[in-house]
């Protein structure tokens, strides 16, 4: 009885099936000990075709090509004057509402009267009053503007008209609420310390060196502006 072929005599497949060490026809051979297991860029991370998209790339939230435009002075100081210019229409319809009771209440305080003074305090104080409700109202409605907004959309109204965004610098997507907080309450602390600070802030981009004109909000936030 024969056990095989005679330069087989134990029967043994003379083609081992895959998995043995032995990379198939057509499949790249394994990496030598001490090699890396794949194309290494420069950090040690690997080059783009292993699952790992490229900055400029689609995958990171930006364009696919050469990476984003950065928005110019000129668009971002537009979409600040548009919001501005919005802000300041809803001040002045909601100041006129609400002072216009109590100066109707100081027109009626007679000057013959006896308490005519007190009337017309009670009149001032009442319209400071308002105006402080109006200032209020008005800060709330920044805040969630500004962060939700940004946050969420990637920008106020200003910035969307003008045809800009802001997005995470190393991602290209959305803020999100916690870099648009931190990004929105710099420029208000700078403005309550020194007075001048938020228009500092927002001047910031100018001296930046790294050619993504982020502010030190957007520093702060790891954000930067850009056009799209």
Known sequence: MSFGAPDNPYGQPQNPP???????????????QGQPPYPQAPGGVPQQGYGYPQQGQPGYGYPAGPGPRVASMGRRFGARAIDGAAFFVIYVVLGFAGVAGSVG?????????????????????DIAAKFGAVIGILAVVGLLYE???TGLVGGTLGKLAVGIRVVKADTGQKPGLGASFIRWIIPLVGGIVCGIGQLVVYLSPFWDKSGRQQGWHDKAASTMVIQH
């Open 18 to 32: 895959p998995g043995y060490g032995h990379p198939q026809q057509g499949q790249p051979p394994y990496p030598q």
């Open 147 to 149: 962060w939700l907004m």
């Open 105 to 125: 209440a100081a027109k009626d305080c007679d000057p013959n009267a006896v308490d005519y003074q007190t009337c017309m305090d009670n009149a001032g104080s």
